[in-house]
T-cell receptor, first 111, second 112 residues
Framework: GDSVTQMEGPVTLSEEAFLTINCTYT??????LFWYVQYPGEGLQLLLK?????DKGSNKGFEATYRKETTSFHLEKGSVQVSDSAVYFC??????????FGAGTRLAVHP | NAGVTQTPKFRVLKTGQSMTLLCAQD?????MYWYRQDPGMGLRLIHY???????AKGEVPDGYNVSRLKKQNFLLGLESAAPSQTSVYFC???????????FGPGTRLTVL
């Protein structure tokens, strides 16, 4: 069945460091791919998405490119801030528009 | 717009008790979903609905029932709670034409 694998956390960075969170997927066909973010004590919010191969999703300085060849959708940001501390979830859209999530990666950014 | 709201925010149950979690959305969305979030496992789909009066099982439906009597509400029921149902429960909704799910703030449930 469809599945998503993302790097385990926690990821701990200093402010202004470069961030990469790896995400790979297994799916039939070419599903839409998403990154959601969960700030402490809150629900999930959509961060960015890509709907077809080679699409790049971007928002708030974060980027991810849909790579069909490597079945990947890695999240990157050039310079993280303390306010980026959160849990990040990679997800794909499966049948009947259901989301299949990875386990989540906790990011902690220190001043 | 309140978006997606969930009631209650916190609840503690004893094993064998029953309860209902309420999800409400004011965005006129057709699709609604119930997920549970457990440490190290991401979110897993319990049940979902593609329209008023319709429901379907997700990945982990055992021990839960749902109802969608009104388009704006999606209820999740636990008939006989078990400690394995201790989790954070999230509701989400989306339109049929745009693939972004909007999430509620969650309900933290503890079963003793």
């Amino acid at each position: 069945g469809d599945s998503v694998t993302q790097m385990e956390g926690p990821v701990t960075l200093s402010e202004e460091a470069f961030l990469t969170i790896n995400c790979t997927y297994t799916a039939t066909g070419y599903p839409s791919l998403f990154w959601y973010v969960q700030y402490p004590g809150e629900g999930l919010q959509l961060l960015l998405k890509a709907t077809k191969a080679d699409d790049k999703g971007s928002n708030k300085g974060f980027e991810a490119t849909y790579r069909k060849e490597t079945t990947s959708f890695h999240l990157e940001k050039g310079s993280v801030q303390v306010s980026d501390s959160a849990v990040y979830f990679c997800a794909l859209e499966g049948g009947y528009n259901k989301l299949i999530f990875g386990a989540g990666t906790r990011l902690a950014v220190h001043p | 717009n309140a978006g997606v709201t969930q009631t209650p925010k916190f609840r503690v149950l004893k094993t064998g008790q029953s309860m209902t979690l309420l999800c409400a959305q004011d965005m006129n969305h057709e699709y609604m979903y119930w997920y549970r979030q457990d440490p190290g496992m991401g979110l897993r789909l319990i049940h979902y609905s593609v329209g008023e009066g319709t429901t379907a099982k997700g990945e982990v439906p055992d021990g839960y029932n749902v109802s969608r009597l009104k388009k704006q509400n999606f209820l999740l029921g636990l008939e006989s709670a078990a400690p394995s149902q201790t989790s954070v429960y999230f509701c989400a909704s989306r339109t049929s034409s745009y693939n972004e799910q909007f999430f509620g703030p969650g309900t933290r449930l503890t079963v003793l």
